[in-house]
């Protein structure tokens, strides 16, 4: 029987409802009686979206199913942080689990994903209000100071020249608050992650794709070599069938899906515009993206509209209650980080799914022994730039025209006794709140 693992407030309309990024409009109807495709996509985020643009470039006949509007899921709500990113495991251990080489393509992977998404919003002119030169990583502790340097000789193996911040320089860099330096990755830039969605529908429709809104897939079954996928108002029959809903997904829809994935809630708060004084007496002036070295960290930057943007992992339930209270954790939080803003009024908060692995890696293959069927997912927060790479790498695997990516492509795991996964975060995050201390105050 298909399940998700949250309440149902986690996959409604509330959790975003005050989410700042517009949703992408168009002519999406509803899929309604029975149509054929030849590859039928299921999740309309930066994922599906991706690998439909790159298959209709190709001439593929290509049907993409989302269950509410595209990105209407963590791909339409994120921190708009294209970065590098998508696994929660390192460098350092993908090169002693995989080999040198496959850790070097897997770098590789992630900077040809920042330049892809580059590349997508040039060729199809979205202005997605781009700004930052890479990203900050904060020290908040002293002792991490020593992590980043070795983060930062790591980095210079794979030709990127990193730079490290003392803490006495942070101010003249625009940056301020209770941290100890930091490390600047020249890697990458922000974006308005709602825009970025639009234009990617677009260009896929505008490519040929067919695009059906208000269509979850309820059942998938086999048949003869077919893919049959049935929704509330329609069934659609394809040759091809590739799975696109990260954190969105559902246990047993298809039953290889269980346990593969274990969403993860996101939170984000969101000011008011900031006027010149506030600003100044913060000293906040940079506008990198930039996070800190928490296990449950955090994420800011500066919105080119003079909002600022921070976010937050956490939250295990998914309640209009529990929103509530993570809301006023995060206030909390904000206001200790940034005590010259502490009263400046946050009118907007949302949270999202994120999706984790097992084995704190990303994935793109094939669902299980299914011929002619694939699966994107597990971005670990990071999927702005790694879920539209990852949609490419979809499109070239439904194309036959893909190269194995030892990291991506291997096995992925499934989490033990699945049907109760979602306990283990209690934990795991007790463990990692405990680790990380209490915000200053």
Known sequence: MPRRIYEEYAYSDAARAECIWPLPQGHWPALKGNAKTEVAIIGGGYTGLSAALHLAQAGAHVTLLEAHNPGWGASGRNGGFCCIGGDKLGIGPIRKLFGADAAHGYVTAQRAAIDLVRDLLTTHNIDADT??????????????????????DEWANYGVKTRLIERSDLAAKGVTGAFHGGLHVPLGFALNPGKYAAGLAEAACKAGVTVHAHSPVTNITRSEGTYLLETPTGRLTADKLILATNGYGTDGLPDWMTGRYLPLQSNILVTRPLTDEEIKAQGWTTDLMAYDSRHLLHYFRLLPDRRFLFGSR????????????????????????????????????????????????????????????????????????????????????????????PVHTRPLPRFPFPAIRRAYLYPALARYRLQDGPPPR
């Open 131 to 152: 700004h930052s030169d890479g990203e900050l990583q904060l020290a908040h502790h002293p002792r991490v100071m020593s992590a980043l340097q070795a983060e930062q």
């Open 314 to 405: 956490g939250n295990i339930r998914a309640t209009q209650k529990t929103h509530a209270t993570m809301r006023a954790r995060l206030t909390r939080e904000f206001g200790a980080l940034f005590p010259a803003w502490a009263k400046v009024e946050t009118p907007y908060f949302w949270s999202g799914l994120v999706s984790l692995s097992r084995d704190l890696l990303p994935y793109v293959g094939p669902i299980g022994d299914w011929e002619n069927a694939w699966a994107g997912m597990n971005y670990h927060g990071n999927g702005v730039a790694m879920g539209t790479w990852v949609g490419a790498k979809l499109a070239d695997m439904a194309l036959g025209t893909c190269q194995q990516e």
